[in-house]
């Protein structure tokens, strides 16, 4: 290749990026709010004392009341 034609493969790439960055910043946008909304739902995080990791009797918020099991 030579020079002239790879400038403008360059400048081609470079345009394609250039058109695709607004793309690119509203997936991340979208994916920071989805990781902020499943951090602040606490879903993931540590299960409180006295959990069984979801067997009969967890006390975690996510698992059914005793009451439910009857």
Known sequence: MSLEEDLADALARIAELERSTPQA???????????????????GGDPPVGADRHGRGCLCPYCPDEEDYL
Request: proline content about 0%; glycine content about 6%.
């Open 25 to 43: 910043r509203q997936a991340q946008y979208e994916a920071d709010l989805a990781a902020a909304d499943l951090a602040e739902s606490g879903f």
